[in-house]
């Protein structure tokens, strides 16, 4: 079996997500203006793979 299954099915699940559309909603609203490490698309991609 191969160990990275669940890497490249979680990637497969999340490429529907239109990213460019995603990260322009972001820069409109500045949600990660004070961030440094946890941004949004990290904190979706975090709540995403802990609903899993």
Not at 9 to 32: A, H, Y
Request: glycine share 2%; proline share 2%.
């Amino acid at each position: 079996m191969d160990k990275d299954t669940l890497f490249s099915s979680f990637g497969k699940w999340v490429t529907p997500l239109n990213s460019v559309k995603f990260t322009q909603r972001i820069e409109e609203m500045k949600q990660d203006k004070y961030t440094k490490k946890l941004t949004t698309k990290a904190y979706l991609l975090l709540f995403l793979h802990a609903q899993l």
